[in-house]
């Protein structure tokens, strides 16, 4: 069974760039048939998509945070990786990773769900 | 402020059957597919729903998803107290390009 595992800092100061990186064990990161996604949560509140990146390269990023966010991804180390520059206490909130399935319908509907997660990992921007 | 919009709460005593909603618009739910997640405090989200109204494999029959028009629905039957925990339904934005996901329902269990 795949397991998703997000690490890096838990602290970062107001202004610096917020790092993280997601390990895939259990199955190979390098598949056509999967995007991997980032979302996050501030506490009490609810889930936000981040972005993702297929395995090709192709990334997609949410229009809110698009200026600020990257998303890579390295095969070798079957790793997905997360860095939001310039972070506000409004970055502050657990971070996930998550593996998403599509899947284009000929009649031209869009499916995307999310069957694999991390654990979550919390970020906190304070000084 | 989120995209599609879900009741903040639902209520059901053990037993009863409870729908959660989510409202969105002809740019996701519309024309997209939905997908619904559970959550407990402090864990991950799980899939309990995908395409509308497909479950995962180890799903409960007890769960059901249905779509009309811009909005979709959670339902579940037969309530047991470890139903108790957050619902988000979630879809793909064809306007935004993006991802969008319901402010979350709490479901308690009376």
């Known amino acids: 069974q795949m397991q998703l595992q997000e690490s890096g800092p838990g602290l970062v100061k107001p202004s610096q760039t917020l790092s993280l990186t997601c390990t895939v064990a259990?199955?190979?990161?390098?598949?056509?048939?999967?995007?991997w996604n980032w979302m996050r949560q501030p506490a009490g509140k609810g889930l936000e998509w981040i972005g993702r990146?297929?395995?090709?390269?192709?990334?997609s990023y949410n229009p809110s945070l698009k200026s600020r966010v990257s998303i890579s991804v390295d095969t070798s180390k079957n790793q997905i990786s997360l860095k939001v520059n310039s972070v506000t206490a409004a970055d502050t909130a657990v971070y996930f990773c998550?593996?998403?399935?599509?899947?284009?319908?000929?009649?031209?509907?869009?499916?995307?769900?999310?069957?694999?997660w991390g654990q979550g990992t919390l970020v906190t921007v304070s000084s | 402020q989120s995209v599609l919009t879900q009741p903040p709460s639902v209520s059901a005593a053990p037993g009863q059957k409870v729908t959660i909603s989510c409202s969105g618009s002809s740019s996701n739910i519309g024309h997209n597919y939905v997908s619904w997640y559970q959550q407990f405090p402090g864990t991950a989200p799980k899939v309990f729903m995908y395409?509308?109204?497909k479950r995962p494999s180890g799903i409960s029959d007890r769960f059901s998803g249905s779509k009309s028009g811009t909005s979709a629905t959670l339902g579940i039957a037969g309530l047991q107290t470890g139903d108790e925990a957050h619902y988000y339904c979630?879809?793909?934005?064809?306007?935004?390009?993006?991802?969008?996901f319901g402010g979350g329902t709490k479901l308690t269990v009376l």
């Open positions: 979630g879809t793909w934005d064809s306007s935004l390009s993006a991802v969008v």
């Open positions: 259990g199955g190979s990161i390098n598949s056509d048939n999967y995007y």
């Open positions: 990146i297929y395995i090709r390269g192709t990334t």
């Open positions: 998550a593996r998403g399935t599509p899947y284009y319908y000929d009649s031209g509907g869009y499916s995307i769900w999310f069957d694999s």
């Open positions: 395409e509308d109204n």
